[in-house]
């Protein structure tokens, strides 16, 4: 298989979560500029509409499935629909998360529940309503997104890094479950980056300061520099990756 063959995604139809903005966008984006079928979720079917006609706009198509990825229930139908009503899903992304800031003797217990059912439960409800369809057809890959913060903690954001870090072991699970099945399961996990879940610390002239100083790339990154990550371990190229969790952070994890 040629070199551009080995990254090709043509034929594959890929499921995104948290895929109406963000990194969630710009990887569908990039899984569909190297051939993929794109389903966009998410809970807001509005952002969604907005999203795929943002990618129409560069030729680009794409079908939305609006369901709640934190409610099993909603997400055994969505899959259900999908795999029915569309096609077989090739490539999942897990990538819908939210974030919240507090210290941790200060936390409040709605948001840690709320972390945990969308940072870390979801992605096992996806992933697990996904794999399913998957095993019988002997073939599969999802990517769940970690972070940076999988490895890592800072102050303010303990239960993030708690869902992070879960999130990184439960990929590792399911790589030890599922790969005898021909599924790959891998993670991608972005450092500090340009998005608007880091908009405040972007603004942040101190902070962005301390960064740039941390980061041997010496710099925040841009969403466009997770593309070839993730086209990578959705791809024949990574066909016998399995339950790695691949950084893009510009070094900051191994450095002191």
Request: proline share 3%.
């Amino acid at each position: 298989m040629s070199d551009a063959g080995l990254f090709s995604l043509a034929g594959r139809r890929a499921l995104v979560t948290g895929a109406s903005r963000g990194i969630g966008f710009t990887l569908a984006k990039g899984l569909a500029e190297h051939g993929a079928e794109l389903i966009l979720n998410g809970r807001n079917s509005d952002r969604l509409e907005e999203a795929k006609a943002a990618l129409a706009k560069d030729g680009l198509k794409a079908v939305t499935s609006s369901f709640d990825v934190t409610d099993q229930t909603a997400v055994i139908a969505g899959i259900d629909a999908i795999e029915r009503d569309v096609g077989p899903i090739d490539i999942l992304i897990n990538n819908a998360g939210i974030q919240r800031r507090a210290p941790l003797d200060q936390f409040p217990r709605a948001d840690w529940d709320a972390l945990i059912a969308t940072n870390l439960n979801a992605v096992f409800f996806v992933g697990q309503a996904v794999a399913r369809q998957m095993i019988p057809r002997g073939r599969g890959k999802i990517i769940n997104i970690c972070s940076v913060q999988s490895e890592l903690a800072r102050p303010g954001i303990a239960p993030y890094t708690a869902t992070k870090g879960a999130v990184k072991n439960l990929t590792r699970g399911m790589a030890t479950d599922w790969a005898r099945h021909g599924l790959q399961i891998n993670g991608l996990a972005p450092g500090y980056f340009e998005t608007e879940m880091n908009e405040i610390l972007v603004a942040n002239k101190e902070f962005t300061e301390w960064l740039c100083k941390r980061t041997p790339a010496g710099r925040w990154g841009r969403v466009e520099e997770l593309v070839g990550a993730a086209v990578f371990l959705a791809s024949d190229a990574s066909g016998f990756v399995n339950g790695h969790v691949l950084m893009v952070d510009g070094g900051i994890t191994v450095s002191v």
